[in-house]
C-alpha cells in the first residue's frame, strides 16, 4: 500500500483503544507512542518509558506473566519494536493469553527526524509475529480495523496477541507524562495493591 | 491462564529454605542455588543457556511455581526483570560473562526506575580458558558492570557462591538494589574440549 494511501492519525488510534479502560494495563515505548498514550488520560496503570529502547515488549511480558488474570497492553512504535525484534520470539514461546502487542506503526524513526525505518522499507512485522507464533497477528490500517482491536483488547485469546496499526507520519504536539522512573513505577505498583519498600 | 504447561514436581519456598541446612556442599552446588532461590521467593528465571547454568536451568523447568522465559539475547532478560517486578513477582536472569555486554544500556532501565535486579554471571575468559574470543568480554564483565551502577559481588568457591547469592538476593529484593554476583570459571571448572 502507498504511503499516501495511509490515512489513520496516531492519536485518534491510541484514544479510540484506550476509550474503555476497565482493568487494562499498559506499557509504552518511548517517544511518540508514550505521549499518544499520555494524550489520551494519564491513568496509574500506565507505565510509560522514557528510553530503554527495544524493551517495552519484553517488559509487558515480565508484568503478562506476574498477573496473569490482567490483560496487559503495550503500545509501541515501529523503530522501539524493530530493536527487540527477537523478543517476539521469547514472548511467543511464552505465549500468555493476556498479552496484546500494538505497534503505531507510522514507517520511520519519528523522534530522531522521520527516517525511514524496515517498515517503511517493506518489512511486514505482523508476519514476524506470525512466523513466531503469536496466537494472532494482522496489521490494520482503517478506523474498522482499530475498533476491532479495541474490542479485542477485552476479549479472551487462546495465546499472545500482535497488532500493527499502519498510521501517518507526523509528530503532533507532545503530551508529556511524568519522566520520574521511580514515581512512575511505584504508582503502577500502588495501583496493583503493591507496597514499595 | 498461561498457555505452557512443564512437567515435573511442586517445590515451595518453605520446603526449599529448610532444606537448605541439610544438603551436602560442592558437588551439589547447583542444587543449592536453586534452593537458595526458591526460599527467596522467586518466580521467573530469564536465561541464555551457559553449561554452568544448565543444571539450575533443568530445575527450575520442572517447577510449577516458576515462569522459565529463553530468551534471544540476553538484555531481553532485564526488560522481563523489570516487568516482573511491576506486577508483583521476583525473577533472576542467568546468562554468561559475554552476555553481559549485551544488557549495557537495558540496565539503564534498572537503575533508572531503580528495580530490584538479581544476575548471575557464569564466567569465562579468565580460569585455564581455551578459547581467546572468550578473553575481551571476560576482561570486561566487572567493569562494565560497575560503570553501568551495578552492585558486582563475586565467588570463588561453592560455599561462597551459596551465601553470596543469599545477600545479593536480600540486597535485590528487600533494598531494591540491581545486583550482580559473578560465577568464577575456578568454581565452575576446566571447560573439556
Given at each position: 500500500?502507498?504511503?499516501?494511501?495511509?490515512?489513520l492519525?496516531?492519536?485518534?488510534?491510541?484514544?479510540?483503544l484506550?476509550?474503555?479502560?476497565?482493568?487494562?494495563?499498559?506499557?509504552?515505548?518511548?517517544?511518540?507512542?508514550?505521549?499518544d498514550?499520555n494524550?489520551?488520560?494519564?491513568?496509574?496503570?500506565?507505565?510509560?518509558?522514557?528510553?530503554?529502547m527495544?524493551?517495552?515488549a519484553?517488559?509487558?511480558?515480565g508484568?503478562?506473566?506476574?498477573?496473569?488474570?490482567?490483560?496487559?497492553?503495550?503500545?509501541?512504535?515501529?523503530?522501539?519494536?524493530?530493536?527487540?525484534?527477537?523478543?517476539?520470539?521469547t514472548i511467543?514461546?511464552?505465549?500468555?493469553?493476556?498479552?496484546?502487542?500494538?505497534?503505531?506503526?507510522?514507517?520511520?524513526?519519528?523522534?530522531?527526524g522521520?527516517?525511514?525505518?524496515?517498515t517503511?522499507?517493506?518489512?511486514d512485522?505482523a508476519?514476524?509475529?506470525?512466523?513466531?507464533?503469536?496466537?494472532e497477528?494482522?496489521?490494520?490500517?482503517?478506523?474498522?480495523?482499530?475498533?476491532?482491536?479495541?474490542r479485542?483488547?477485552h476479549?479472551?485469546s487462546s495465546g499472545?496477541r500482535?497488532?500493527?496499526?499502519?498510521?501517518?507520519?507526523?509528530?503532533?504536539p507532545?503530551?508529556?507524562?511524568?519522566?520520574?522512573?521511580?514515581?512512575?513505577?511505584?504508582?503502577?505498583?500502588?495501583?496493583?495493591?503493591?507496597g514499595?519498600? | 491462564m498461561?498457555?505452557?504447561?512443564?512437567s515435573?514436581?511442586?517445590?515451595t519456598?518453605?520446603?526449599?529454605?529448610?532444606?537448605?541446612?541439610?544438603a551436602?556442599?560442592?558437588?551439589?552446588?547447583?542444587e543449592?542455588?536453586?534452593?537458595?532461590?526458591k526460599?527467596?521467593?522467586?518466580?521467573?528465571?530469564s536465561?541464555?543457556?551457559d553449561?554452568g547454568?544448565s543444571?539450575?536451568?533443568?530445575?527450575?523447568?520442572?517447577?510449577?511455581?516458576?515462569?522459565?522465559?529463553?530468551?534471544?539475547?540476553?538484555?531481553?532478560?532485564?526488560?522481563?526483570?523489570?516487568?516482573?517486578?511491576?506486577?508483583g513477582?521476583?525473577?533472576?536472569?542467568?546468562l554468561q560473562?559475554?552476555?553481559?555486554g549485551?544488557?549495557?544500556?537495558m540496565?539503564?532501565?534498572?537503575?533508572?526506575?531503580?528495580?530490584?535486579l538479581?544476575?548471575?554471571?557464569?564466567?569465562?575468559?579468565?580460569?585455564?580458558?581455551?578459547?581467546?574470543w572468550?578473553?575481551?568480554?571476560?576482561?570486561?564483565?566487572?567493569?562494565?558492570l560497575?560503570?553501568?551502577?551495578?552492585?558486582v559481588?563475586?565467588?570463588?568457591?561453592?560455599?561462597?557462591?551459596i551465601?553470596t547469592?543469599e545477600s545479593?538476593?536480600?540486597?535485590?529484593f528487600?533494598a531494591?538494589?540491581?545486583v550482580?554476583v559473578?560465577?568464577?570459571?575456578?568454581?565452575?571448572?576446566?571447560?573439556?574440549?
Amino acid at each position: 500500500m502507498p504511503a499516501s494511501a495511509i490515512s489513520l492519525d496516531r492519536r485518534d488510534v491510541v484514544a479510540r483503544l484506550l476509550a474503555r479502560r476497565d482493568g487494562l494495563l499498559i506499557v509504552t515505548g518511548l517517544g511518540s507512542p508514550t505521549y499518544d498514550v499520555n494524550a489520551a488520560g494519564d491513568h496509574d496503570g500506565n507505565y510509560y518509558l522514557w528510553g530503554a529502547m527495544g524493551s517495552a515488549a519484553l517488559i509487558g511480558l515480565g508484568l503478562a506473566q506476574a498477573q496473569p488474570d490482567r490483560t496487559v497492553v503495550v503500545i509501541t512504535g515501529d523503530g522501539e519494536q524493530l530493536m527487540g525484534l527477537g523478543g517476539l520470539a521469547t514472548i511467543a514461546v511464552s505465549n500468555p493469553n493476556n498479552l496484546v502487542i500494538v505497534v503505531i506503526d507510522n514507517d520511520h524513526f519519528g523522534e530522531t527526524g522521520m527516517q525511514m525505518s524496515h517498515t517503511g522499507h517493506g518489512l511486514d512485522l505482523a508476519s514476524v509475529a506470525q512466523s513466531c507464533g503469536f496466537a494472532e497477528a494482522r496489521t490494520v490500517r482503517d478506523i474498522a480495523g482499530v475498533e476491532e482491536v479495541a474490542r479485542a483488547l477485552h476479549s479472551p485469546s487462546s495465546g499472545a496477541r500482535f497488532f500493527a496499526i499502519k498510521v501517518k507520519a507526523e509528530n503532533p504536539p507532545r503530551s508529556l507524562p511524568p519522566r520520574d522512573a521511580v514515581h512512575i513505577k511505584n504508582r503502577f505498583r500502588a495501583h496493583l495493591g503493591l507496597g514499595t519498600i | 491462564m498461561q498457555g505452557q504447561s512443564l512437567s515435573g514436581g511442586l517445590v515451595t519456598g518453605e520446603d526449599a529454605a529448610k532444606s537448605l541446612d541439610r544438603a551436602p556442599l560442592d558437588a551439589e552446588w547447583p542444587e543449592q542455588l536453586y534452593r537458595v532461590l526458591k526460599a527467596a521467593q522467586v518466580r521467573q528465571v530469564s536465561y541464555v543457556p551457559d553449561a554452568g547454568h544448565s543444571a539450575l536451568i533443568r530445575l527450575f523447568a520442572a517447577d510449577r511455581e516458576v515462569r522459565s522465559n529463553v530468551l534471544t539475547t540476553e538484555e531481553e532478560g532485564i526488560a522481563i526483570a523489570t516487568g516482573a517486578w511491576l506486577g508483583g513477582n521476583r525473577s533472576v536472569l542467568l546468562l554468561q560473562s559475554s552476555g553481559v555486554g549485551n544488557c549495557v544500556n537495558m540496565l539503564s532501565l534498572v537503575t533508572m526506575t531503580r528495580t530490584p535486579l538479581l544476575m548471575l554471571v557464569t564466567m569465562r575468559g579468565e580460569w585455564a580458558e581455551f578459547n581467546p574470543w572468550q578473553v575481551p568480554m571476560g576482561l570486561a564483565t566487572a567493569p562494565v558492570l560497575t560503570a553501568m551502577g551495578i552492585r558486582v559481588m563475586r565467588a570463588d568457591t561453592p560455599r561462597d557462591l551459596i551465601e553470596t547469592v543469599e545477600s545479593a538476593a536480600a540486597l535485590a529484593f528487600e533494598a531494591e538494589q540491581q545486583v550482580a554476583v559473578l560465577l568464577s570459571q575456578r568454581l565452575l571448572g576446566r571447560k573439556t574440549w
